[in-house]
C-alpha cells in the first residue's frame, strides 16, 4: 500500500481475525490495523496524516521515504570486484552499484 510517499508492508493475523500493517520506508515506527481492506486502508491513511500532523505540531520535520543514499558492507573481495567491474565499464561504482540494484531490483531506470 502507498500513500502521500509512504509504502507499508500488510500481513493477516490470524489469531487476531484482522490485518496489521506497518510503514516500511522510514526509521519511525508507524503501525495500523484493520478487519476489512477499506478498514486497513482508512487506517493507514489515518496514521500517515497524525504522523504528518503531530510532526508539525512538534516542529520537526517528518522522515522522508528513502535518501537515496544506501550504505552497504561488504569484504575486501567484493569491494575489489565491484571496483574492478565498474573500471571495465568505464562507470563509477555508485553508477555500476545502482544499475545492478535497479536491475535485481526489477526497476527501470
Excluded at 496489521?20 to 490495523?33: A, C, K, M, P, S
Aim: aromatic share 10%.
Amino acid at each position: 500500500m502507498e500513500y502521500q510517499g509512504y509504502t507499508a508492508a500488510v500481513a493477516f493475523d490470524h489469531e487476531l481475525d484482522v490485518f496489521t500493517g506497518h510503514v516500511v520506508d522510514i526509521r519511525d515506527e508507524l503501525y495500523f490495523e484493520g478487519r476489512s481492506v477499506d478498514e486497513l486502508r482508512t487506517a493507514f491513511h489515518a496514521s500517515v496524516d497524525d504522523y504528518l500532523a503531530f510532526c508539525a505540531e512538534e516542529g520537526r520535520e517528518p522522515a522522508k521515504p528513502y535518501s537515496g543514499k544506501i550504505l552497504v558492507r561488504t569484504s575486501p573481495a567484493v569491494h575489489r570486484a565491484v571496483a574492478v567491474a565498474a573500471a571495465r565499464e568505464g562507470t563509477s561504482m555508485n553508477e555500476w552499484a545502482e544499475r545492478v540494484l535497479a536491475k535485481g531490483a526489477g526497476v527501470g531506470r
